[in-house]
């Protein structure tokens, strides 16, 4: 059923509701009203009638009700004592209701009441009223026609039934036509929608010139799309960037493989074949795992944990510190005040790995690599300080994006398997992001490049202590120095 159809039933059945509800409480209200009136005669009347009571408890002639009005009276224990002439063969009240009436407590109620006039006799329906007067308890019971008020409720009735049926007729078609009219924008969306392909989603669809819901709606849509189509566009740009990637080191596996098939080649020309396959198979094997850790950053949550970040950079460094002595390097670690903080120790080490290695790939002999660690502001923050060229300007914008280096502004120590892919530092802007912090890399006015990390971190004050400012930071002279 469709959301138009589900409407104006729904529309419809709430008329009948509101109609039917309304046209109930008037008439119960125009009833209410009218007994109310014609109690206020009968009241009167019945008082005209206790007047003319005598000491014995009855008329002094013929009871005096007035027009189109009957009464009787009867004895405090319910025995009827006069009547008005049209009632001779009828009671007004049961003896029970006489009795009661007798106590105090006056009686309104509707009766059909049997009337003989002449010689006709017919039964007629009567608003009734009962009270005790002041004589040895008598009761006085007076009787008026309801046929004006019965009358007035039919005709009432009948027309509400008929204006229930009026608006249950033009609600069902008109609240259809209200609702088509309220989704035909919503038709047109999706009718675009469905035309879309993945190549022209970013221009969206149609907005609608109200400012309604739908309006934002579209709006909201369209920025959907917008993301979707900048996502789909990276991911192309990072799969033809992985495709040249892979191509590089395949391409001289192939050549150096076909190399090796010519008759000819000696022992030592095939072992240095084999040393150059082995250098592009360590290629591959890095750039598939760096592939994979990006592929887990985007899909995983971090695990959060309370831990010592000190902790994380000695690990780091004692990790590196071979590679580090190999090449002259010095490596170390400054750690300001307590570092107690929260996060994925796991990951963050693996940030921590990629900017030393990375800051090595560009160190020269006898300069040094700092791994500043620490919290400031409510903030942890990790930097990678080294000697080397830096970055250059226009690397800056574009250093954490994947498959971008800068090893022509910066130097590349070591070619061959050494040489970075691009991915580094995109892993760790990823880690960053899981741990909605964010990574920044600069210069330092001394020379040399520097990257910072920095994530947020909980208020509560056993989770983390605030350590004092980055630049208070000294290196720790307990720390080895390859």
Excluded at 261 to 269: L, N, V
Excluded at 396 to 415: K, M, Q
Excluded at 443 to 452: D, I, L
Aim: proline content about 5%.
């Amino acid at each position: 059923m469709s959301i138009r159809v589900r409407l104006a039933a729904l529309f419809t059945f709430a008329t009948l509701l509101l109609v039917g509800g309304g046209a109930l409480a008037f008439v119960t209200q125009l009833r209410s009203g009218l007994e109310n009136s014609l109690d206020q005669t009968l009241q009167a009347r019945a008082a005209a009638v206790s007047a003319d009571l005598g000491a014995a408890g009855t008329s002094r002639g013929p009871l005096r009700t007035g027009p189109n009005t009957y009464g009787q009276i009867y004895s405090a224990a319910g025995r009827l004592i006069d009547t008005s002439e049209p009632l001779r063969d009828a009671l007004l009240l049961t003896p029970t209701q006489a009795v009661s009436a007798a106590k105090g407590g006056d009686l309104h109620l509707n009766r059909a009441v049997e009337l003989r006039v002449g010689g006709d006799v017919g039964v007629e329906s009567m608003r009734v009223y009962a009270t005790a007067t002041g004589v040895d308890h008598t009761v006085v019971a007076v009787a008026s026609s309801r046929d004006l008020v019965d009358e007035a409720l039919q005709r009432t009735s009948r027309e509400m039934i008929v204006l229930a049926a009026a608006a249950v007729i033009l609600a069902g078609p008109g609240s259809w036509l209200l609702a088509r009219a309220a989704l035909r924008p919503v038709e047109r969306m999706r009718a675009q929608a469905a035309r879309l392909q993945a190549d022209d989603a970013v221009e969206g669809i149609t907005v609608p010139p109200t400012r309604d819901e739908l309006a934002r709606l579209a709006g909201t849509f369209n920025a959907l799309l917008g993301r979707l189509h900048a996502a789909l566009d990276r991911e192309r740009q990072f799969v033809a960037d992985a495709g040249h990637e892979l191509r590089s080191p395949l391409t001289v596996l192939r050549g150096e493989f076909e190399l090796a098939q010519r008759p000819g080649r000696t022992r030592d020309e095939l072992a240095e074949t084999v040393n150059v396959a082995a250098e592009e198979t360590e290629r591959l094997v890095r750039l598939t795992d760096n592939l994979l850790a990006l592929a887990r950053e985007n899909d995983t949550a971090p695990r959060l944990r309370p831990f010592d970040l000190a902790d994380v950079g000695r690990d780091a460094i004692a990790a590196a510190s071979s590679r580090a002595a190999a090449q002259h390097v010095d490596l170390r670690l400054a750690a300001g005040g307590r570092t107690q903080v929260v996060g994925d120790a796991e990951r963050l080490r693996q940030a921590v790995d990629n900017l030393v290695t990375n800051a090595l790939r560009h160190s020269r002999p006898g300069d040094s690599v700092t791994v500043r660690v620490g919290a400031a502001d409510g903030e942890a923050v990790i930097c990678v300080e080294d000697q080397g060229p830096g970055f250059s300007p226009d690397f800056l914008p574009v250093a954490f994006h994947r498959f971008t280096r800068g090893d022509d502004a910066r130097g590349r120590s070591t070619p061959g398997a050494d040489a970075g892919n691009g991915l580094g530092l995109a892993i760790v802007a990823a880690i960053m992001t899981t741990h909605n912090g964010v990574a920044a890399a600069g210069n330092r006015e001394g020379g040399g490049a520097v990257v910072t990390l920095r994530w947020p971190q909980p208020p509560d004050g056993d989770a983390m202590t605030p350590a004092r400012a980055l630049p208070a930071m000294q290196a720790d002279p307990a720390e080895p120095r390859p």
